[in-house]
């Protein structure tokens, strides 16, 4: 359809002429592209390897016993379900693995860090859980001493680590005890930092955790899709009969080949290179707002938040329209005490593993800093800041030839 075709191209172009801040995206090789769209995809293949629905599934058997293989290759876990098709649908079949209807999880909260699926009342995880949150201290990060009375007062049947915002390294042996002292499960949604934790650059929740669950396209730079760890036999079973056919239906094998190959390529030495310079690019980027005045986070990851509010006299979701307009993408955010809507926001996150993996230098995630801040400042005009944007994206990577 050509009409299609154009529209495809034009995104494409989007993508080769900006830079990528959003902390939840990457850019993924041309094999795992070429995966994706594989013909896998024309078999439906109910069940999992050895015990399907569906005659004709031999190959498809092989592929995904590959995808579970290098999956706890990757992160060091005797069990894995590869199937769900997103992190969403991830937590979903954790929570009905572990959970009955009702039952009380305790996290971290969306303004300060928590994700829709980690008890937002738009969310599914809202409507069909008992929530209650832990909060952060005075210095932004968690508060495990007000975690463990909370744990006492509420006792909750699941703790729940692992966040969408909240740029610090996680003590996952300290929340474990805390879990296992109020008779909790202890579940790590790990989905933006999967790729740090299988390099080494963040300590792993597998030792610690019931269960794990993770995106493959945020730092592992694989696919749009989601896994399960375990080490336990008991709930590896109770997780699979909750992903099917409890909640999916035919799992989404040409998918699960793109993730096969994704683990591949994050077993490989020059992947954690990759997330070396995320990290050193990460914290640049960091350090220069706060050089520059600005209300950042620190970080320990991928991604920062900026406070617009206090930094710039705006909204996070004006902040996010006007970089726009010069070829930044990055999106509006809630931050610690936001008082504004989640639609508005106080300010925005920043993440640096997209512009990464098209090679972008420490120098020059500085200098991206320098750009928002002088643009979302009015210290220089459109025309300006936008050549300053197209001369760090000369020097990058064309996203079909990763």
Same mark, same amino acid.
């Given at each position: 359809?050509?009409?299609?075709?154009?529209?495809?191209?034009?995104?494409?172009?989007?993508?080769?002429?900006?830079?990528?801040?959003?902390?939840?995206?990457?850019?993924?090789?041309?094999?795992?592209?070429?995966?994706?769209?594989?013909?896998?995809?024309?078999?439906?293949?109910?069940?999992?390897?050895?015990?399907? +629905?569906?005659?004709?599934?031999?190959?498809? @058997?092989? =592929?995904?016993? &590959?995808?579970? #293989?290098?999956?706890?290759? %990757?992160?060091?876990?005797?069990?894995?379900?590869?199937?769900?098709?997103?992190?969403?649908?991830?937590?979903?079949?954790? +929570?009905?693995?572990?959970?009955?209807?009702? @039952?009380? =999880?305790?996290? &971290?909260?969306? #303004?300060?860090?928590?994700? %829709?699926?980690?008890?937002?009342?738009?969310?599914?995880?809202?409507?069909?859980?008992?929530?209650?949150?832990?909060?952060?201290?005075?210095?932004?990060?968690?508060?495990?001493?007000?975690?463990?009375?909370?744990?006492?007062?509420?006792k909750p049947r699941l703790i729940l680590a692992g966040f969408s915002s909240y740029p610090y390294e996680i003590d996952f042996k300290h929340i474990s005890e805390i879990a296992k002292a109020n008779g909790a499960y202890f579940m790590v949604d790990m989905a933006h930092i999967?790729?740090?934790?299988?390099?080494?650059?963040?300590?792993?929740?597998?030792?610690?955790?019931?269960?794990?669950?993770?995106?493959?396209?945020?730092?592992?730079?694989?696919?749009?899709?989601?896994?399960?760890?375990?080490?336990?036999?008991?709930?590896?079973?109770?997780?699979?009969?909750?992903?099917?056919?409890?909640?999916?239906?035919?799992?989404?094998?040409?998918?699960?080949?793109?993730?096969?190959?994704?683990?591949?390529?994050?077993?490989?030495?020059?992947?954690?290179?990759?997330?070396?310079?995320?990290?050193?690019?990460?914290?640049?980027?960091?350090?220069?707002?706060?050089?520059?005045?600005?209300?950042?986070?620190?970080?320990?990851?991928?991604?920062?938040?900026?406070?617009?509010?206090k930094s710039f006299g705006m909204t996070g979701v004006d902040a996010q329209h006007k970089v726009e307009e010069i070829g930044i993408t990055f999106n509006k955010n809630m931050v610690p005490g936001d008082t504004e809507k989640p639609s508005v926001t106080s300010g925005v996150?920043?993440?640096?593993?997209?512009?990464?993996?098209?090679?972008?230098?420490?120098?020059?995630?500085?200098?991206?800093?320098?750009?928002?801040?002088?643009?979302?400042?009015?210290?220089?005009?459109?025309?300006?800041?936008?050549?300053?944007?197209?001369?760090?994206?000369?020097?990058?990577?064309?996203?079909?030839?990763?």
């Amino acid at each position: 359809m050509e009409l299609l075709n154009q529209i495809i191209l034009d995104e494409t172009k989007r993508q080769n002429n900006g830079l990528e801040l959003i902390a939840s995206e990457n850019f993924t090789s041309a094999e795992v592209r070429r995966l994706c769209g594989s013909s896998p995809t024309n078999k439906y293949a109910e069940g999992f390897p050895g015990h399907r +629905y569906y005659g004709g599934c031999e190959n498809i @058997d092989k =592929i995904e016993q &590959l995808a579970i #293989d290098l999956a706890c290759q %990757l992160f060091g876990a005797q069990f894995a379900n590869v199937q769900p098709h997103c992190g969403s649908a991830a937590n979903m079949i954790a +929570y009905a693995a572990l959970l009955n209807l009702g @039952d009380t =999880i305790l996290s &971290l909260g969306l #303004d300060e860090g928590g994700h %829709l699926t980690h008890g937002s009342s738009v969310s599914f995880s809202g409507k069909q859980y008992h929530f209650v949150h832990y909060h952060l201290g005075a210095d932004g990060r968690i508060d495990y001493e007000g975690m463990a009375k909370m744990a006492a007062e509420t006792k909750p049947r699941l703790i729940l680590a692992g966040f969408s915002s909240y740029p610090y390294e996680i003590d996952f042996k300290h929340i474990s005890e805390i879990a296992k002292a109020n008779g909790a499960y202890f579940m790590v949604d790990m989905a933006h930092i999967a790729g740090l934790i299988a390099t080494g650059y963040h300590p792993s929740p597998i030792p610690y955790a019931d269960v794990v669950t993770s995106t493959t396209h945020k730092t592992l730079r694989g696919p749009r899709g989601g896994i399960i760890l375990t080490n336990s036999p008991e709930l590896a079973k109770k997780i699979n009969s909750a992903c099917f056919p409890g909640i999916q239906g035919g799992p989404l094998e040409n998918i699960i080949a793109a993730k096969v190959q994704c683990f591949y390529e994050a077993l490989q030495p020059s992947f954690k290179q990759y997330i070396k310079a995320v990290v050193a690019n990460t914290k640049a980027c960091a350090d220069e707002f706060a050089k520059l005045g600005c209300a950042v986070s620190g970080t320990d990851t991928h991604l920062f938040m900026v406070n617009t509010k206090k930094s710039f006299g705006m909204t996070g979701v004006d902040a996010q329209h006007k970089v726009e307009e010069i070829g930044i993408t990055f999106n509006k955010n809630m931050v610690p005490g936001d008082t504004e809507k989640p639609s508005v926001t106080s300010g925005v996150r920043i993440g640096m593993a997209a512009t990464t993996t098209r090679g972008l230098t420490e120098a020059q995630a500085r200098e991206t800093a320098w750009i928002i801040y002088d643009y979302l400042g009015n210290h220089v005009s459109r025309e300006v800041a936008s050549a300053r944007v197209q001369k760090i994206v000369a020097t990058l990577k064309d996203i079909d030839k990763l």
